[in-house]
Each structure stands twice: as structure tokens, then as C-alpha cells.
């Protein structure tokens, strides 16, 4: 009993950090005020409703159309640059929705530069159509997140090998019938399971909707609490998306629950089919086109605006800006990676049923928007300062102690993306056997031993690419820094906001770039670890 007393006390405090703020906001249901939602029926929730059902399936269908085309291609087919392909169609995960957002309004712009070369060149007096609408959002949410789509879908049809067309052929279907009767039905819960994964990241985004000034959830939510100041109207909004996330949520556990067929085995995977003629340069062209709409034209967008820029871009505020956001990200990534440390070793101690749903909802975090855990996390932190205040003598005058600091931040940092963290670690961990742990306590050592002579040596990989894969989410969080950072602590991702709002695409450019670049490195890495050759 003692021997899991520890562990159960971490994974309880481990519950209370996704509990709580969620039950703030699941409250917030009870606490009608008839005022509130008569303003929210008559002026909010029909369009928000219509907007965000909208923007669900026409991103749904984009992804999984994108993602599994691509991924067909590059695991079926032998083709001119098939192998560059493969890893590079996954770098679009390296720019964030909201910077492509920006770039492809500026390249869309009457006053950008393929507008102004139509005018002047062709006598194309409107330049390009206008892209700021709901199909214009459509196609960049769907450009930036069929990776998730495609990394799964690929390894469907990798793992299927030739077997899927050997089984059409010997039926007589063509391979383009092939695919649709037979492979596409078996590969059907890793694209679903891709789809909602997309579709979660599109319930979370703020930074793309506000660049195209599309009214979702989560901008109604920060213009409540910040434009309004009513964070009552925040709450509930909160309290309806956070309905939208745990039905996405299920959807995703139960397209998980229904994979069934089994790979085939390694040495299917080189057995490729090999195109000839036009159908050869037709797939480079295809994997070229979607690569060069999702990564190559916004990176050189930005990086034309930055030589534009230069001069007056790199300044002393933007080397503190950076400051701030390496600062705030490397310590949330290094306490995240350790909570998940300890949370992988207390389920791995425990082994009750209790540890194992303990972890699954100590990890629901990074499913909810992070304008609801803002939300969630500032009234339970604004009730404690409210207490500390009325309980101790404070300097007069005094309205908040823990509220507005780099903690409270960081606390929600540590909610959102434990998941993340936690998921490598628990991978490392399944790689070490139970019996090297205990050969070690029979030697003499204690459970402090253990840990710094088995568990932390077998596992520095794992905690390393934790630790880097939540550096790279938390650089490119946008509304909880808005939310919960410091006063006057800007960020890499809140001054591109602040310039956006205001139009100035240009001079976001600079800060857009340094969020990109820390996660290349990342993103190539998680692309070839699978690579085909």
C-alpha cells in the first residue's frame, strides 16, 4: 500500500490540474444569467454555431482529401523526387496556421506583389480574387494541417504494402479502383483519426480566425474577457466550445478503438509501384504544388518582408521579445518534460486501473482550446488572490499577487502540452523492462537510485525530444500568452498579432521567422524517423 501512496498523490495532483479548470468552465453552464445568454442567442451563438460547423467540415474534407492523396502517392508509388517527398510534406508543421494566414493575405493583397504585377504587366486592374473570406480560411487550415492526416496515412498505406493492389488486380479492379474499394476502407481510422486531430487544432485556433476576421468561439471568448471585460460572457462561451472538444475528443478514442488489420511487415514496404511516363511527372507535380502552397510560398513571402525589413525589424525589441519567448518556452518545456517524467513512473509504479485513467485525463489538457484554459485557470488563481488579499496584510491598494505573473503562465503551459511531453516519455519508458529497475532495488538501491541510475540514462532521449517538441508548441502559442502573460511581457507570437491587427504583415515577418526555424529542426526530425528508403 505505501509502495503506491506516492504515486497515487501524484497522479490525484496531476487530475486536479486539468479538473479544475475544466470544472470552472463546465460551471460556468449552472450559472445562468438571463441577460447574458439573451445577448449571446440574439447577437453571438447562431453565428458562432454556423461559423464554427463551417469551418469544421470544410476543413475535415480539405485535410483528409490533401493528406490522403498525398500519402497514397509517396507510400504506393515510385516517382521522379518520391523520396524528398515522403519527409518534406510534413514541414508545413513547422509554420504556424496563423503566420501562413498572413503571408497568403499579403501575396493575396491588392497591393502585394503578384497583384501589382497583374496590374501593371497584364492590365488586371483587380489584381488576385480576394482571399479574407471563409473559402480563403478554408484552404490555409487545410494547407497547414494535413500532415496530421498525412503522417498517419502514410504509415496505413506503407504498412499495407502491394497488398492492396495484388488483392484488386486479382479481382480485376484498376489501381484507381483498387484504392477505392479496397484501401481506402482499410486505412479509413487512421485518416479519420488524422481528420480529427485537424479538426481539434481548428476548434483551438485564434490566431488564424482573427487574421481573416472570422467570428469563432475562440476570438468571441478573448473579445468577451479583454474588449467586453466580461468574463462571465467568456465563461460560457468557454463552457459551449469545451462541448465541441470532448465530442472530438470521443470521436478520436473511437476511431483509434476500430484499427484492426495488422502491417504487413517491413519488407512490403520497399515494394513500390513504379510510374512511368506522364503519370510520373503528374505525381511530382502534385506533391510539388501542395508543397510549395503549404511551406515554399509563405516562407519566401516572409523572408522577402524581412530583407525589406531588416534594417528597422532587428532591434533591440525583437531581440527582447525572442528573450522572452526562449525564456518562457525552455522553462515550461523543462517543467513539463519533468512532470510527465514523474507522471509515466507513477502510472509504471501504480499499474491499477485507477493510474491508467489518472493519465488520460492528467493529459486531456492539450485537446482543450487555450482560450478555455486561460479561462479556467485565471478564476480559481483571481478566487486565491482574492482570499490571500481579504486574509493578509497586503500593501494597500494591492489587487493581485499571483494573477498576471509568469508562473500562472506558465502553469497553463504546463496543462496544455503536459500530453505532448508525456507521450514521448511514456514511449522511452515501454522500451525498459520491469526487471532492470528491480535488479537495481536489489542491489541497494532506493527509489532515488533507481531514477538517476536506470530510469533518467535509458530515458535522456526520450525526455530530450519532450523537451524540444514542447519548446517548439509552446513558441508558437498564441492565446494563452495573450491571455496570461505579464504586463508588458511581449512574445514572439503576441507582437505578430498586435502587428497583424493592425495590418502590418511585413514587420511580422522577422518574429515569424524565428518561430519557424526552432521548429524545422524538430518537425525533419519526426518526418524521417520513418522514412522509406
Not at 67 to 90: C, H, V
Not at 109 to 127: A, H, Q
Not at 160 to 180: C, I, K
Not at 371 to 389: E, H, Q, R, S
Amino acid at each position: 500500500m505505501m509502495k503506491t501512496f506516492l504515486p497515487r498523490v501524484w497522479l490525484a495532483l496531476c487530475i486536479l490540474l486539468v479538473v479544475v479548470p475544466l470544472s470552472v468552465i463546465i460551471a460556468a453552464l449552472g450559472e445562468f444569467d438571463a441577460e447574458i445568454w439573451a445577448f449571446l442567442l440574439d447577437y453571438q451563438l447562431p453565428e458562432l454555431l454556423k461559423n464554427t460547423l463551417f469551418m469544421a467540415a470544410g476543413v475535415a474534407f480539405g485535410v483528409a482529401f490533401l493528406g490522403t492523396s498525398a500519402a497514397w502517392l509517396t507510400a504506393m508509388y515510385e516517382f521522379p523526387m518520391r523520396g524528398f517527398f515522403f519527409w518534406a510534406l510534413m514541414l508545413p508543421l513547422a509554420v504556424p496556421a496563423y503566420v501562413a494566414a498572413f503571408t497568403w493575405i499579403g501575396v493575396f493583397d491588392y497591393t502585394g506583389w503578384i497583384s501589382t504585377w497583374l496590374r501593371e504587366s497584364r492590365g488586371w486592374e483587380n489584381g488576385l480574387p480576394e482571399i479574407r473570406n471563409r473559402w480563403g480560411l478554408l484552404a490555409v487550415m487545410s494547407l497547414c494541417f494535413y500532415p496530421y492526416v498525412y503522417l498517419l496515412a502514410r504509415n496505413a498505406f506503407s504498412g499495407m504494402g502491394q497488398r492492396a493492389l495484388e488483392a484488386g488486380a486479382s479481382l480485376g479492379l484498376s489501381p484507381l479502383r483498387s484504392f477505392f474499394k479496397i484501401a481506402l476502407p482499410m486505412a479509413r481510422p487512421w485518416i479519420a483519426g488524422g481528420t480529427l486531430l485537424a479538426l481539434m487544432e481548428v476548434l483551438a485556433d485564434f490566431g488564424t480566425v482573427a487574421v481573416f476576421g472570422y467570428g469563432s468561439f475562440t476570438t468571441a471568448i478573448y473579445e468577451a474577457w479583454f474588449g467586453f471585460f466580461s468574463l462571465q460572457t467568456a465563461k460560457q462561451l468557454a463552457a459551449i466550445l469545451i462541448g465541441f472538444v470532448f465530442v472530438m475528443v470521443a470521436l478520436e478514442q473511437l476511431s483509434r478503438g476500430r484499427r484492426r488489420f495488422e502491417r504487413a511487415g517491413k519488407a512490403q514496404r520497399h515494394m513500390r509501384k513504379r510510374l512511368s511516363g506522364s503519370l510520373k511527372w503528374a505525381a511530382s507535380a502534385y506533391c510539388m504544388l501542395l508543397l510549395v502552397l503549404a511551406f515554399v510560398a509563405p516562407l519566401l513571402q516572409l523572408l522577402w518582408w524581412a530583407a525589406d525589413t531588416w534594417e528597422t525589424g532587428w532591434s533591440g525589441n525583437l531581440l527582447r521579445q525572442a528573450q522572452n519567448s526562449f525564456t518562457a518556452a525552455a522553462i515550461a518545456a523543462v517543467c513539463v518534460a519533468a512532470v510527465a517524467l514523474l507522471l509515466a513512473l507513477a502510472k509504471r509504479a501504480d499499474r491499477s486501473r485507477f493510474a491508467a485513467v489518472a493519465a488520460k485525463i492528467a493529459t486531456l489538457g492539450y485537446a482543450v482550446p487555450g482560450t478555455v484554459l486561460a479561462v479556467g485557470i485565471f478564476v480559481p488563481v483571481a478566487y486565491l488572490d482574492n482570499f490571500l488579499i481579504s486574509r493578509f496584510s497586503f500593501p494597500e491598494g494591492t489587487t493581485g499577487i499571483l494573477k498576471g505573473t509568469l508562473a500562472v503562465m506558465l502553469l497553463a503551459y504546463l496543462v496544455r502540452f503536459l500530453a505532448v511531453a508525456y507521450s514521448s516519455v511514456e514511449a522511452g519508458l515501454e522500451r525498459i523492462s520491469p526487471s532492470q529497475p528491480e535488479a537495481a532495488r536489489s542491489l541497494g538501491c532506493g527509489s532515488w537510485g533507481v531514477l538517476r541510475r536506470v530510469y533518467l540514462p535509458m530515458l535522456k532521449g526520450s525526455v530530450a525530444t519532450a523537451v524540444l517538441m514542447t519548446f517548439v508548441d509552446i513558441m508558437k502559442e498564441m492565446p494563452i500568452t495573450l491571455m496570461m502573460r505579464p504586463y508588458d511581457w511581449d512574445t514572439l507570437s503576441s507582437v505578430i498579432y498586435s502587428f497583424n491587427a493592425e495590418g502590418l504583415y511585413a514587420e511580422s515577418a522577422l518574429p515569424a521567422l524565428l518561430i519557424i526555424a526552432t521548429g524545422l529542426l524538430p518537425v525533419i526530425l519526426l518526418s524521417r524517423t520513418e522514412q522509406v528508403s
